[in-house]
């Protein structure tokens, strides 16, 4: 007799992967030399949509403890944003 071998249900797999995408996820930021502060402000109030204080304080944040948490969404928010933030080449991550 020839075992076969029988993947999950595509229903189970998609499942899993939605309640993984769903779960609350943070964009970090970190610190580099080589942006100005404007340059950070200007493309945090375009990524995630705040008032210039918001953004202005974030950067502080990420200045003075080399990176922070600028973002907490779902996954795919998160990704958007991470990707806004890196249009100008700063560097992020996203933990879920």
Do not use: Y
């Not at 973002?71 to 992020?92: K, N, P, Q």
């Amino acid at each position: 007799m020839e075992k076969t071998f029988s993947p999950k249900p595509v229903e189970d797999r998609q499942v899993e992967k939605d309640v993984l995408v769903q779960e609350p996820s943070k964009v970090i930021l970190f610190n580099d030399e080589v942006h100005t502060f404007e340059e950070v402000i200007d493309q945090l109030i375009k990524a995630i949509r705040c008032d210039t204080a918001k953004a202005e304080a974030l950067t502080w944040e990420v200045h003075s403890a080399g990176k922070a948490a600028v973002f907490e969404g779902t996954m795919d928010e998160c990704v958007l944003v991470s990707g806004v933030l890196e249009e100008i080449a700063l560097h992020t991550q996203i933990e879920v």
